[in-house]
């Protein structure tokens, strides 16, 4: 009888596990923008942004959203978004001119709060640990281009490119597809940033409290074409980076598209079963289960990244957690922003 009961319990618990099936909902494909910007506040909270200007916020947990078109910006790409609250976000436009534009009254107007008309700037990606962040830009005359913010992008302030470590050949070898990330740690860590470059060679950098000094090191992924190399990084405190990329002109290649490292990127190794193809956002949802998610496809590991699933063939850009709460969404071409569950 016992035996029975023991059975009956493993066989309904492998059921359950069986049923516990990862799978994505699409919540909203009216606008034909792509998004490549999502930033999730809570639960009910998110926002997107992509191109013609397109933003729109979701106050339900994206049963609705309120799209605007920026008035004034109605061609530009905002390639990334970061969100403080129902009210507040700012906007990163990547070029001609770079500018970041911030709203306090839940889009309805926006003020510039950042501006850079310089001929080849080209801003690759913005990054927050709650008021702290970074922007990261390709490099102009082969100085890097790093602005930091103290206070939710109200103001910027550029890190001069001759304090930044190795002058010419530093982010000589920057590309396409740049990632950087942003951590402030626990209340008396320090913060650091990390910086992943992609194009014909990627490399990993990583940038201590001061911000004056990199560590670059070379990272084991894809490179040597302009579609390859490092498109997005992740961190926590027990599994230490995570780093995806992979070739967009081929992207079911599984090639080299993934690294981990447990020591801040001293050395990196590879998961035994890699995402299922170019990947180009990747996020913890909790310290031992990752989501990944690019134009082939979307994975999720339950050990730390060396084990990928594919959940999905549909294609996204981006994969947001909430920031406080546990929902997660993605968002990518066509307008297309998706919920995952049972997860
Ligand atoms: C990566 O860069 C290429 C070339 O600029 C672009 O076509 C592609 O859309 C980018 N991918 C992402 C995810 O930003
Ligand atoms: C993805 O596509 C392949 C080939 O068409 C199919 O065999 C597989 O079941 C699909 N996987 C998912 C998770 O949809």
């Known amino acids: ?105 839940g889009g309805k107007s926006w003020y510039k709060v950042f501006e850079d008309s310089t001929k080849g700037m080209f801003l690759d990606a913005m990054s927050f640990d709650r008021e702290k962040g970074a922007v990261v830009g390709d490099p ?27 002058g010419e050949a530093f982010f000589a070898s920057s590309g396409t597809n740049n990632t950087l990330f942003f951590y402030t740690g626990e209340q008396h860590a320090k913060p650091f940033f990390a910086f992943a470059s992609g194009g014909t060679a990627s490399n990993f950098y990583f940038f201590g409290p001061a911000a004056h000094t990199a560590d670059k090191r070379k990272l084991p992924i894809i490179q040597g074409k302009e ?20 070739d967009f002109a081929n992207d079911k290649d599984t090639t080299l598209n993934c690294v981990l490292s447990h020591d801040m990127g001293t050395t990196w190794i590879h998961p035994h079963t890699p995402p299922h193809g170019y990947r180009s956002c990747v996020i913890y949802i909790t310290n031992n289960q990752l989501i990944t998610c690019g134009t082939s496809g979307v994975d999720i590991s339950n050990d730390g990244g060396m084990n990928w699933q594919l959940v999905s063939n549909q294609s996204f850009h981006v994969v947001q957690k909430a920031k406080k709460g546990n929902a997660v969404f993605l968002a990518g071409s066509r307008g297309k922003i998706a919920r995952l569950s049972g997860y």
């Open 227 to 246: 579609s390859t190399g490092a498109n997005s990084l992740d961190y926590n405190k027990k599994n230490g980076f995570v780093v995806v990329g992979g």
């Open 1 to 105: 009888m016992r035996l029975i009961k023991i059975l009956l319990t493993l066989c309904c618990y492998s059921l359950n596990v069986n049923a516990q099936q990862a799978t994505i909902t699409i919540l909203d494909s009216s606008h034909k923008a792509s998004l490549r910007g999502l930033s999730v506040v809570d639960d009910n909270v998110l926002w997107v942004s992509g191109s013609s200007g397109s933003v729109a916020r979701s106050m339900d947990g994206g049963k609705t959203f309120e799209w605007i078109t920026v008035p004034g910006y109605e061609k530009r790409d905002f390639r990334d978004i970061e969100a403080f609250d129902a009210n507040t976000a700012i906007i990163m436009g990547i070029a001609e001119p770079a500018v970041i534009l911030k709203t306090k009254d």
């Open 140 to 166: 102009i005359n082969h100085h890097a281009f790093i602005a930091v913010s103290e206070d939710g992008g109200e103001h910027w302030t550029p890190i001069p490119a001759d304090t930044l470590q190795e």
